[in-house]
């Protein structure tokens, strides 16, 4: 022990002596470098073999190439003296390299507007190749190459057409939607105890929907008046509605389907048993159970009709709607406020419809 402890003090000492002509630039390259090598080792703790990134070669090459040979040769390092002075000599040729390199030269790249222009058309025709839309660029003045249309399309993981063409359920749907037309009955009672029946119609695109009546005692003659009074708002609306989707209940007279036939609207049947075939138009009647009938007390027939009436323009004009991307079936939602000031100050003044079962919002004038 006492002779191990001689031998390290002596050792130190000449060590202390070699490093006293030493400036201090020197010494703060040697201290870097070994920081720099005790990082390197904490990187491989787990045992195995140490490697040196090209950035690890780069800055220790950097450190040590303005040291002299006897002083580099003198350092405690990973690797070899001789392997320092070649990374560096690398280091220096990659670096002219590059410099004499000539600049590469080619088609500029794709500005952001074509590329979005070109996703765009893809997302809104599904069968067009990239044939097609680079024709279509053509014919909107924006000169691309065929293969750039195609790089485009891959890059942003859309399938060529013919992957592209298949139609879901929702496509379809939504693309029939502007012509179909929903009808149902439903039923609530009064305070009294007399059933009364209401007969709706909603619009499948704008999910505008129409009130046609309400009525103790739905007869014939009374549901055929309705259907006459709907085939004339829609002529006067000049809709494109061809079918409406009812079920097989009784209280549909033949002549509720002629007449709307002679103005032109196919009956489509649901299923038995089957609401989800009208889902659209069953889901309007939850919420107008929900939002209406559930929460007031119906007198008779003359308040019942009130309440539709109220309850009619606040799902037509003021009631958002998911199905159509929250917008309103007659009114168009307004522009989206971008002043910081008007954000900070918000004024909203409630307007009650029936009562205040139903709430309606709106900024103070």
């Not at 997302?123 to 003045?141: D, K, P, T």
């Not at 019942?304 to 003021?318: G, I, M, Q, S």
Request: charged share 25%; glycine share 4%.
């Amino acid at each position: 022990m006492l002779l191990q402890l001689t031998y390290l003090g002596v050792s130190n000492a000449f060590a202390l002596l070699r490093l006293l002509p030493r400036g201090d630039r020197d010494k703060d390259i040697e201290i870097l470098a070994l920081r720099h090598q005790i990082a390197v080792l904490q990187r491989q703790l787990d045992g195995q073999r140490i490697q040196f990134q090209p950035a690890d070669r780069a800055l220790l090459a950097a450190l040590l190439h303005t040291l002299p040979r006897p002083t580099l040769r003198g350092l405690r390092l990973l690797v070899r003296p001789e392997t320092v002075l070649r990374w560096h000599r690398s280091l220096i040729a990659r670096h002219y390299a590059a410099i004499s390199r000539p600049k590469r030269r080619g088609r500029p790249r794709t500005l952001r507007s074509i590329r979005a222009l070109v996703l765009r058309l893809a997302r809104e025709n599904s069968s067009w190749g990239y044939r097609r839309i680079h024709g279509e660029l053509l014919v909107l003045g924006v000169k691309v190459a065929p293969s750039t249309v195609w790089e485009i399309l891959r890059d942003a993981g859309i399938d060529p057409a013919p992957d592209r063409t298949a139609t879901t359920w929702a496509d379809f749907l939504r693309a029939q939607a502007h012509a179909l037309l929903a009808a149902d009955f439903v039923e609530t009672a009064a305070l009294t105890g007399t059933r009364l029946y209401i007969l709706a119609v909603i619009e499948h695109s704008s999910r505008r929907v129409r009130i046609l009546g309400a009525t103790a005692h739905p007869t014939a003659a009374w549901v055929t008046q309705a259907a006459r009074n709907l085939a004339m708002d829609l002529h006067d609306a000049a809709s494109t509605a061809r079918y409406l989707i009812r079920d097989h209940d009784a209280k549909y007279p033949a002549l509720f389907d002629t007449i709307l036939a002679d103005a032109g609207i196919r009956i489509v049947r649901s299923g038995v048993q089957a609401p989800r075939m009208n889902a659209i138009m069953e889901r309007w009647v939850r919420t107008c159970r929900r939002e209406l009938l559930d929460r007031t007390l119906i007198y008779n027939q003359r308040h019942l009709l009130h309440a539709l009436r109220a309850c009619e323009a606040f799902y037509n004009l003021h009631r958002p709607h998911q199905g159509i991307a929250s917008a309103r079936p007659l009114q168009p939602l307004p522009e989206p406020i971008t002043a910081p000031d008007r954000l900070t100050h918000l004024t909203i003044h409630r307007h009650d419809r029936l009562g205040g079962i139903l709430h309606e919002y709106e900024h103070a004038a």
